[in-house]
C-alpha cells in the first residue's frame, strides 16, 4: 500500500503539525529516504517525537518503517521501464496486427462513393494525425480536407451531403464536442469513419466504420499524471494508405 493510501484512510486523525509534515514528505520523497528522524523533525520545524506521533497514526511502527515504503515507492517507479514500455510495445504490436488482418473494405467502399473527404482531430495530437492523415492519402490520389477548429465544424455544416465522408479522430471516443459534431453530420447523411481506443464509446457507436486501437494509461508520478500512447493514430493511417494501394491496384 503507498503512503498516499494510508494518509487517505487516516485523515480524520491528522492535526495541522501532522499535514504539515506529510507535505514536506510529499514534495521531497527522494530526500526523506535518505535522512535520519532528527534530521526531518528539523526540515518540518517539529520535534522528533511528533514525527514519530504522525507515523503511528498512520499505522506504522515507527520512522523506520515509513522509510520503508518510501524506499519501496521509488522501487516500483524505478519499474517503469521495464514494465510500461513493454505493454506499450504490446499495445502498438496488438494494434498493428488487428490492422494487418483487416481488409478496410468498407472504408475503400466509401471512398469510392464520396464527393469529398473531410477529417477533424480533437486534441493536438489528434491534429497532427489528421495533416498526417492528408499527407498520406495524397500518395493514393485522395484529397482530404481538414478541419483546423471547432469554429469550422459549423461552417462546413451547411455544405455537406450525403456524399461526404468525414473522419474523427478521439482517443477517449468520449469527447462531447466530437460527438455532438457526430450527431450533426449523420443527420446530414454524412458518413463516418471514427478512430478511437478500443472499447465500447459514444463516437464509434455513432460511426458507420469504427477503427479502433489498443492503448492504456501509464502512470507517470505520484501525483496521478497520465500518459497515453497515441503512436497509433499514425500507424493506421500508414496501414490505411498500404491497403488503399493494394485495394486500387489489385
Known amino acids: 500500500m503507498r503512503l498516499e493510501a494510508l494518509i487517505d484512510e487516516n485523515y480524520e486523525k491528522l492535526n495541522e503539525s501532522d499535514l504539515h509534515i506529510w507535505n514536506y514528505i510529499l514534495n521531497h520523497k527522494k530526500e526523506c529516504q ?119 465544424t459549423d461552417i462546413i455544416l451547411d455544405i455537406l451531403s450525403s456524399k461526404d465522408v468525414f473522419f474523427l479522430l478521439s482517443l477517449s471516443g468520449n469527447n462531447s464536442f466530437m460527438n455532438e459534431f457526430a450527431y450533426k453530420l449523420k443527420q446530414k447523411g454524412v458518413k463516418i469513419i471514427s478512430v478511437t481506443q478500443i472499447g465500447n464509446n459514444k463516437l464509434a457507436s455513432l460511426s458507420d466504420v469504427s477503427l479502433q486501437f489498443y492503448t492504456h494509461p501509464v502512470l507517470l508520478n505520484e501525483n496521478k499524471a497520465e500518459f497515453y500512447s497515441t503512436t497509433q493514430f499514425f500507424l493506421i493511417n500508414q496501414i490505411l494508405l498500404l491497403k488503399y494501394l493494394e485495394y486500387v491496384n489489385g
Open 34 to 152: 535518505a535522512m535520519s528522524i532528527q534530521e526531518l523533525a528539523s526540515k518540518c520545524n517539529v520535534s522528533h517525537t511528533t514525527i514519530l506521533r504522525f507515523t503511528h497514526k498512520l499505522g506504522l511502527q515507527g520512522y523506520s518503517e515509513m522509510k520503508i515504503y518510501l524506499k519501496w515507492e521509488n522501487k516500483q517507479q524505478n519499474q517503469f521501464d521495464n514494465i510500461q514500455v513493454e505493454n506499450i510495445c504490446n499495445d502498438i504490436e496488438k494494434t498493428m496486427e488487428v490492422m494487418k488482418k483487416r481488409d478496410f473494405y468498407d472504408v475503400f467502399e466509401l471512398f469510392e462513393k464520396s464527393d469529398r473527404i473531410y477529417v477533424y482531430g480533437s486534441g493536438a495530437v489528434q491534429k497532427n494525425a489528421a495533416e498526417d492523415l492528408k499527407r498520406n492519402m495524397i500518395f493514393g490520389n485522395k484529397l482530404v480536407y481538414v478541419l483546423e477548429g471547432k469554429s469550422e
